[in-house]
């Protein structure tokens, strides 16, 4: 609790400073972070709030069954809360406080697999939502006939990247393909990578990319079917010619919005490039690279012949595949977190 509190300290400090709010953006992510510290250090108060007032209740209780009983449920609910609160302690990585960058890349599987992407986007937007997280799809590439090709969010939450990154690998689907006139099954792939945003952290190494090592394009955002949802070029793809690596954004109809949230993600990858090339690997951090097809899967969601969703690091089973498609994956998270920890 001392930690954190002195960590409130220093933030305030900085929105004290004169010059606070000449970066608006980074201005926001300071009190982001401000009111999550505020918000952890709330609840642990108020629990312990709690705690004193329940031991105030025993010595009053003396025999008294209706107080027993409200003592009983609110010790009940107190362990629920503790519990979740509990489990951020496992959350202890360096970045796990972070905001997140996600990523879902449709792979083997054609069609299908398109599909695929976009029910996993569905499944996460869903659990986003469980969480209380606040997220915005930075760039869209919709498939020809159905589905998506690659989606990129960012998401915004205390202990957003901590949660996600678990998440990092192939994702299997099996069931009866719609798009078979055979009614044949069908296996489909799709890759989901997360990255922490490292905005903060990487702005003394990669912040000031030369501008010749930058290749800016805009274009027009486009939905389903290639219908223009905007008539000026307001999407932008930045490449760094370097490494070759890419990003895009057009979840805002601000050009200049774009290009900035297009580059913070860009400045992220490329801090992890550099952690790769001195670590030689990015288990810490994003898990390994793995091809998006068969046998590099971490979890599989089975349709057909029967119903079941199997995560393969943890062994983790749920019958219930609907209510995890609509995103009801804490336990598939949860327990990936608990075998990082041990």
């Known amino acids: 609790m001392a930690r954190l509190k002195a960590e409130i300290v220093g933030l305030e400090a900085q929105t004290e400073e004169p010059n606070f709010w000449s970066n608006s953006q980074e201005a926001a992510l300071v009190q982001k972070k401000l009111s999550d510290l505020r918000e952890e250090v709330n609840l642990w108060e108020e629990m312990k709030h709690e705690i004193e007032q329940l031991l105030e209740l025993v010595k009053e209780a003396q025999g008294d069954s209706e107080i027993k009983k409200d003592i009983e449920k609110r010790v009940e609910q107190l362990q629920t809360k ?17 905001n997140a960058f996600l990523t879902i890349i449709a792979g083997a599987g054609g069609l299908d697999a398109q599909d695929w992407a976009e029910m996993l986007l569905r499944m996460y937007k869903r659990y986003f939502e469980r969480k209380g997280y606040e997220y915005e799809v930075q760039n869209i590439s919709y498939g020809e006939d159905k589905g998506i090709k690659e989606a990129s969010l960012e998401v915004r939450g205390l202990y957003s990247y901590g949660f996600l990154k678990g998440e990092a690998g192939v994702h299997r689907l099996v069931r009866i393909s719609p798009y078979s006139a055979q009614k044949l099954r069908h296996t489909s792939f799709a890759a989901v990578d997360v990255i922490p945003h490292l905005d903060k952290i990487v702005r003394q190494s990669v912040d000031e990319i030369p501008d010749e090592d930058l290749r800016v394009d805009t274009y027009r955002s486009s939905g389903p079917g290639g219908q223009n949802v905007n008539r000026r070029e307001t999407a932008v793809r930045i490449t760094h010619i370097p490494s070759g690596m890419f990003v895009a954004s057009q979840g805002e109809r601000s050009q200049a919005v774009n290009r900035e949230r297009a580059l913070s993600l860009l400045r992220s990858r490329l801090y992890m490039l550099k952690i790769k090339k001195r670590k030689e690997t990015l288990k810490e951090l994003k898990g390994e690279d793995m091809a998006i097809e068969w046998g590099s899967q971490i979890r599989s969601y089975i349709l057909h012949p029967y119903k079941m ?13 609907g209510a995890v498609l609509d995103g009801d994956i804490d336990i598939f998270i949860d327990e990936e977190i608990k075998k990082l920890k041990y």
Not at 88 to 93: C, D, P, T, V
Request: hydrophobic fraction near 25%.
């Open 82 to 98: 503790y519990d979740e609160e509990e489990f951020r302690l496992f959350l202890s990585g360096e970045y796990d406080k972070n």
């Open 309 to 321: 969703v199997k995560d393969h690091r943890t062994g983790v089973e749920v019958s219930d595949v």
